[in-house]
């Protein structure tokens, strides 16, 4: 339905700390793309800088790896640090075509050596013929993986 905020989410364990994994959202969002080059082609900063709340990035990935279907999304980071919880909020980009607002969330939380991830998509959107984003949240879930063992390989 159009007009109504959606939430999905999920939970995965990883095996990196939570501190390591916040930081690379959190501060290092550039080391993304060696982490995950199938799913994230390039991160760069259009406003601000790689750690500061508010500051607004574009991310160049490809959803659905195996059809390829490029796409950008500019987003304003919001930073949560005693929680190691970022939020990227939708400014602009091929999501916002269909969705009036659209704001990916990972909050990490610390679990024995490694840690707990929430994945959180809220979504809203533009038309109610619009499918819920799940090829985005499934590009979440791949790209919280292959995050985390780079972090465990490093």
């Not at 490694?114 to 013929?129: F, N, P, Q, S």
């Amino acid at each position: 339905m159009a007009g109504v905020k959606v939430k999905m989410e999920t939970e995965v364990e990883l095996k990196a700390s939570a501190d390591k994994f916040y930081s690379i959202f959190s501060s290092q969002a550039h080391q993304v793309p060696n982490a995950t080059p199938d799913i994230i082609q390039g991160v760069e900063v259009h406003e601000g800088d790689w750690k500061t709340h508010g500051s607004v990035k574009l991310w160049k990935y490809t959803v659905e790896t195996t059809e390829g279907n490029a796409e950008v999304f500019k987003e304003k980071v919001e930073l949560d640090d005693a929680n190691r919880t970022v939020s990227f909020v939708g400014v602009e980009g091929d999501v916002m075509k269909y969705y009036k607002t659209f704001k990916p969330t990972f909050q990490l939380t610390p679990k024995g050596d490694g840690c707990l991830a929430k994945l959180t998509i809220e979504y809203e959107k533009l038309r109610a013929d619009v499918p819920p984003p799940d090829k985005y949240f499934t590009m979440m879930f791949k790209m919280t993986k292959d995050v985390d063992a780079h972090l465990v390989k490093a």
